[in-house]
T-cell receptor, first 112, second 113 residues
Framework: DQQVKQNSPSLSVQEGRISILNCDYT??????FLWYKKYPAEGPTFLISISSIKDKNEDGRFTVFLNKSAKHLSLHIVPSQPGDSAVYFC???????????FGGGTRLMVKP | DSGVTQTPKHLITATGQRVTLRCSPRSGDLSVYWYQQSLDQGLQFLIQYYNGEERAKGNILERFSAQQFPDLHSELNLSSLELGDSALYFC????????????FGQGTRLTVV
């Protein structure tokens, strides 16, 4: 039972364009959502988060949007840079112990 | 550098063997999480400890166990290893109170041959 799903395993965009990564969840008890970025041979690195009481959070080139009614969140990267090429995981909190439930990840490739 | 230290970085062992993975959380963090990532899949939550006590359990096999010691470091023990246990094992820590984002170590790549 996957409570957090990233339906696109990969995404390719041109440098300078917008990258949109999507994530869907099923558990309405989740109250906090996060995006992590992962390079090969490294651990995931926290990128940006959003509380369930908000619908948007922006940090530089990164913006996360939350649509609670649709149980959907997205990460926008504008403009995309080659260094953004990595695997992006969305995660949600709401279970006991602050445990994070992760999606399967989306591999983003930004072409120069 | 996340401040979370995992050792060893790589481990190769034979089926049927037992291994121990070690994690030192960030200074001051009381909560430690273990995750497994198999072959480009997502991170599967295994188990969480908070200040020495088990707090939450995920899809952790009975052959696997963990503990958190008084100095807050944690160990994940994997026994009767099978080929399918080959994966990246990540440890993460958080203070639980306030800060929600978990900080991850670089992981231990376990290869069972």
């Amino acid at each position: 039972d996957q409570q957090v799903k990233q339906n696109s395993p990969s995404l390719s965009v041109q440098e300078g364009r917008i990258s949109i990564l999507n994530c869907d969840y099923t558990n309405s008890m989740f109250d906090y959502f996060l995006w992590y970025k992962k390079y090969p041979a490294e651990g995931p690195t926290f990128l940006i988060s959003i509380s369930s009481i908000k619908d948007k959070n922006e940090d530089g080139r990164f913006t996360v949007f939350l649509n609670k009614s649709a149980k959907h969140l997205s990460l926008h990267i504008v403009p995309s840079q080659p260094g953004d090429s990595a695997v992006y995981f969305c995660a949600a909190r709401g279970n006991a112990g602050n445990m994070l439930t992760f999606g399967g990840g989306t591999r983003l490739m930004v072409k120069p | 550098d996340s401040g979370v230290t995992q050792t060893p970085k790589h481990l190769i062992t034979a089926t049927g063997q037992r291994v121990t993975l070690r994690c030192s959380p960030r200074s001051g963090d009381l909560s430690v999480y273990w995750y497994q990532q198999s072959l480009d899949q997502g991170l599967q939550f295994l188990i969480q400890y908070y200040n020495g006590e088990e707090r939450a359990k995920g899809n952790i096999l009975e052959r696997f166990s963990a503990q958190q010691f008084p100095d807050l470091h944690s160990e994940l023990n994997l026994s009767s290893l099978e080929l399918g246990d080959s994966a990246l094992y990540f440890c993460a820590s958080t203070s639980v109170q306030g800060n929600t984002e978990a900080f991850f170590g670089q992981g231990t790549r376990l290869t069972v041959v």
